[in-house]
């Protein structure tokens, strides 16, 4: 039998306790996934998978209702052939993913807000067909999109392992230069790393794949603001600080909050108007204070989790979390002006570039691994 696999058009939320699983493509009904053998079997497929495998995994007693859970899925849509999709349109599959991944997101939260509401004793009454609770449906769903990360992961891993072995083929590793979050602007000579496609794809919140001291420059514009403070925030310096080599120098651009809370408190309409030229992308009719808290991380959408802002840094914050990371020789400096001839780069990220009555709207900032380790 074909390899099947949950199509990235399905779309799994919780309605009255129950998930409901369902393909707007589909002419089929949603399916409702009450029993708990039915969460688990949707798992199993979270990568391709051939049904005739998993079938005497299953208890007997459950083999026929594996058998007529699989078959009403594939004619919902829940489950498709693994050969079919990949056959599809990339780029659509991509959009797809990130699609039900914000819906996701969008629906954990409000499933959060739902459960605060109720009593304790309300949520512990709450049983769905087969007698499980919130707790347990929770749990079956939790393990799912565990294993389902856990296996992205290893692709992931996989993936990285093989890019950086066509590096070190050419030498690149060796005094590396890392490009953390390039977007589409490649530095020449450097290992421009951010999400696909890039030179290196990475999900940068994870440790970087690289050896210990490894590194001679790191170069992070407008980076650290899209990644939650302080814990993973720090990870990031920390990480970067151990593959710098001792005296290695990074340099991180972020927005700088103090020029917009100065901004927003005179009023200066003048600066925000200046920021809508260079983000052209920007709601109209928002106020000041929507601007400003926006930029500032402030109530960003869950389903927008990877592209806006979680934190806002001024100069002291941002030395404060290098000095915990382990860095030292921390300044402050200005665009384009890195006292190293090879990180005065800034003209590779419009973001950085960006500026409002002479003055740009970004922090500069650079500093050193220690030669030495510290002392305890």
């Known amino acids: 039998m074909a390899r099947l696999v949950v199509s990235p058009d399905a779309i799994v939320r919780v ?4 998930l409901i699983a369902h393909n707007g493509h589909a002419p089929h009904p949603p399916v409702g ?8 079997i949707l798992g199993m497929f979270a990568s391709p998978t051939d049904p005739a495998t998993l079938r005497p995994r299953v208890a007997p007693s459950g083999q026929e209702f594996f058998d007529g859970l699989v078959a009403t899925l594939q004619r919902a849509g829940i489950l498709v052939e693994a ?9 659509e599959d991509a959009r797809t993913l990130q699609k039900q991944l914000g ?4 629906v954990l939260a409000d499933l959060a807000a739902d459960c605060a509401a109720l009593a304790p004793e309300a949520l512990r009454g709450i049983a769905l067909q087969d007698g499980l609770g919130v707790p347990q449906r929770l749990e079956a769903v939790v393990r799912a999109v565990g294993d389902l990360r856990g296996r992205v992961i290893e692709a992931a891993d996989f993936a990285a392992r093989e890019r950086l072995q066509e590096l070190a083929a050419t030498g690149r590793l060796h005094d590396a230069m890392l490009h953390i979050g ?29 050896a210990d001291g490894t590194a001679r420059f790191i170069f992070a514009s407008h980076v650290l603001e899209h990644l939650y403070y302080p814990a993973p925030a720090l990870r990031f310096l920390a990480d970067c600080l151990r593959v710098l080599k001792p005296g290695g120098r990074i340099r991180l651009i972020v927005p700088d909050i103090e ?10 309409q003048a600066f925000f108007d200046a920021r809508r030229e260079i983000w052209k992308d920007l709601p109209a009719g928002r106020t000041l204070l929507e601007e400003f808290l926006t930029y500032a991380g402030a109530g960003p959408d869950p389903a927008a989790f990877l592209d ?30 890195s006292s190293q001839a090879e990180l005065r780069v ?24 220690p030669l030495e380790p510290a002392r305890p």
């Open 346 to 369: 800034d003209d590779a990220s419009a973001v950085a570039g960006a500026s409002a009555a002479g003055r740009h709207y970004s922090l500069f900032v650079e500093a050193v691994r």
């Open 83 to 91: 050969d079919a999709l990949a056959a599809g349109d990339a780029a």
């Open 308 to 337: 806006s802002h979680k934190y806002a840094y001024d100069y002291p914050t941002l030395q404060r979390m290098l000095e915990r990371a382990g860095f030292v020789n921390i300044e402050r400096s200005e665009y384009m002006a």
């Open 33 to 40: 996934l009450a029993d708990s053998r039915a969460i688990a």
């Open 182 to 210: 390039a977007g589409g602007h490649h530095l020449p000579g450097w290992i421009n790393i951010d999400a696909h496609p890039a030179d290196l794809a990475l999900n940068v919140g994870r440790p970087l794949p690289f």
């Open 15 to 18: 309605q009255r306790g129950t």
């Open 259 to 268: 020029r917009y809370i100065r901004a927003y408190a005179d009023g200066d």
């Open 103 to 106: 819906l996701l997101a969008r």
